[in-house]
């Protein structure tokens, strides 16, 4: 199933208003917001997804209350705590990417020990972009290119190779909860011609069978890259007769 969805992408939007709904503080969301985060990590796993890279905390999310951002960064560490052991199981191998200097150093620890212990591993590359944003990593990636090779012309290829896990490559399905449409700042490079969905539902009320109705409604989608289907009909033997007579009225 959805064997041409290999790399999904997911703006987990939605656990402010999920909590304020139900007249809780916003925090409540992203509470309810990360036990979900396992669900779908594994969800992924179980639908033969070969990437995930999810958006936890954007470069613009430092501009929320102090406590909000306080709580986000309990809640990547409870995760790690919490999640590490399965992942390791599961061979999952788990990075995260963005700008973490600012994170408390006991969750840095937790993450390069992760990070360490599952690079080699086959499964599931996980990746959470945590203070992290697309102009950011574009901005990043052409400086360490041109640090590394100074006078060069960069390339496509140079550009994605500099990026912060260059491995999960492009993104085929963007996924975005809570109802917005838009793509706030999120792997804007790797996204070119991936598939977009935008769901209603919230993040904290998303659910593993959602996600897979989405793989299965998304993997019927045709992509033609640019490109034309193969049922196009290209061969039109009148087309040399038309432009003639269009050129003939210039
Ligand atoms: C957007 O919802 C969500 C975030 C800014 C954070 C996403 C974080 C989680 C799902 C939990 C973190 C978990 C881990 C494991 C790192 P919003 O607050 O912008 O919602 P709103 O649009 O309803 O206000």
Redesign the pocket.
Known sequence: MSSDIKHVAI??????????QRLHP?VW???R??G???DIVQAADDNGIKALT?????TE?WA?PQD?VGV?FK??H???LK?SKRLIANKVSFKVIGDVTRLPQATKNLINDLENETKSFPGLKLT?C?SYGARMEMVSAINKFISENPGKTITEDDLQSCFMRPETGDVDLLIRT?G?QRVSNFLLWQIAYAELYFTPT???DFTPSEFKRILESVSKRERRFGGLSASSNVNHPSIDRQLEVQSSHV
Not at 11 to 20: E, H, K, L, P, V
Not at 54 to 58: K, M
């Open positions: 703006i987990m939007d939605g656990n402010g208003r999920w909590a304020n916003r969301g992203h509470v917001g990360s979900v985060v396992s999810l958006y936890a905390f954007s999310n929320r909000e986000l809640l990547l409870k995760f790690l999640e959470f945590f809570g917005e919230k993040w904290p």
